[in-house]
């Protein structure tokens, strides 16, 4: 393991050590046992959405004993369906028209996915490809690696801010791209999506078997500009 | 006991709890009341585990959830105001190197009480990651954020951690 590495695990821990003594001493920020006294009366409008709450909860509960009562009848049924498939499976005429059909149906409509088992990637700080243009007045005032991403923070004069992110190819990442309309464009011939949202221009796409997304509040061409310059 | 039964529980054991703490932030009973609600939105449609309804664990998380939800409303009423916006941050890392640290006493003090003083939105995410284990996708579903702004507040929460050791002498 890389020392680099190492330190960053250690400082994990003494996160992890620092968030359970928060939450163990949340009383001295926060006191309890005087609540009951308080002055406050909740209006009746509050109290009416709450009661909302709970009913809202109570259907949903009764959704779920629903739902799990149709599994036990679908359960039931399949069982029908199994013992009388095996009925039919025994008589030979049957069994082969009915296999020709799957066989097919497979045939025409199946697609197969070969699911090759690839390497973890560890993202190093060191071997991330960084813009090499930047817009006017700004410059990068922080980055690092944390888990199995990486990200720099860019700001300008007067405080503008934009992100660069990188993930490893396999990494689960979620992009709030709700209600916004996806626009297929290409980085340096590679395919990438470009969205706005709430005045935040972000790109997305892959290269070198990273996943690169880059959001500021800058237009367009501004951030296909940068985004190019990363190679 | 069914979810149900736990939402009425938190609630009865700490509606004027989460009132308090939205009201410190919206200074504004009405608003106040539409965070406590929102906080029990983001309960009704995110799962979580309670172990027990008294605990500091499940205390600071109901804090957690409605400090967020407070600042959340806060940041839709003052649109110009920057008190809570995450672009507010001194930090500035000019020559960002490779951590290197010293375990001692005086480390894990820092880190605690940089912790406790640091600007709640950076502590809580850091806190709900670290101690509760959750996920960036979970934080920022609870905390009603998106995935970037979890990831952008973890990321300077350290900044913040590592230049408090670094002043403190313990990073070179």
């Known amino acids: 393991m890389k020392k680099q590495e190492l330190n960053e695990r250690v400082f994990d821990e003494l996160l992890k050590y620092a968030s359970a003594d928060y939450v163990e001493n949340i009383d001295s920020q926060w006191p309890s046992g005087e609540e009951p006294d308080s002055e406050h009366t909740f209006s009746q409008e509050f109290n009416k959405k709450m009661e909302l709450i709970f009913a809202e909860q109570k259907k949903r509960e009764r959704m779920i004993k629903i739902k799990q009562s149709l599994v036990k009848a679908a359960v039931i049924v399949l069982l029908v369906l199994t013992a009388s498939l095996f009925t039919v499976m025994t008589v030979d005429a049957l069994r082969v028209k009915i296999l020709n059909y799957f066989i097919e149906k497979r045939e025409k409509s199946t697609t197969y996915f070969m699911n090759s088992e690839s390497p973890v990637v560890i993202l190093n700080a060191q071997d991330i490809a960084l813009p090499t243009y930047l817009p006017n007045g700004y410059s990068m005032v922080s980055d690092g690696v944390i888990d199995d991403y990486y990200i720099a923070i860019y700001k300008d004069d007067a405080e503008n801010e934009f992100i660069l992110e990188v993930l490893a190819e396999d990494s689960i990442v979620g992009i709030d791209s709700e209600h916004v309309n996806v626009e297929h464009i290409k980085i340096n011939n590679q395919p990438a999506e470009y969205y706005l949202k709430d005045k935040i221009g972000i790109i997305s796409y892959i290269h070198n078997e990273r996943i690169y997304v880059l959001s500021a509040p800058l237009d367009k061409d501004e951030l296909i500009k940068i985004a190019e310059s990363i190679k | ?172």
Not at chain 2, 39 to 56: C, G, M, P
């Open chain 2, 1 to 172: 006991m069914n979810k149900k039964v736990i939402l009425e529980q938190l609630y009865h054991q700490y509606k004027i709890l989460m009132f308090k703490v939205a009201f410190s932030i919206l200074n504004n009973s009405s608003l106040a009341e539409d965070a406590v609600h929102a906080a029990f939105l983001k309960l009704l449609e995110n799962s979580f585990v309670i172990d027990d309804i008294t605990s500091k664990k499940t205390k600071t998380f109901m804090i957690i959830v409605v400090r967020n939800m407070a600042i959340n409303i806060y940041n839709k009423v003052n649109k110009e105001d920057k008190k809570y916006r995450d672009d507010n941050l001194d930090i500035t890392d000019p020559s960002p190197g490779p951590l290197e640290l010293t375990i001692n006493f005086e480390t894990i003090d820092i880190i605690k009480d940089t912790l406790r003083s640091m600007d709640s939105k950076y502590a809580d995410v850091v806190i709900l990651k670290y101690f509760y284990d959750y996920s960036y996708k979970k934080i920022s579903s609870l905390l009603s954020i998106s995935e970037q702004t979890v990831r952008v507040r973890i990321h300077r929460a350290r900044r913040i951690l590592a230049s408090r050791l670094n002043e403190g002498g313990s990073m070179s």
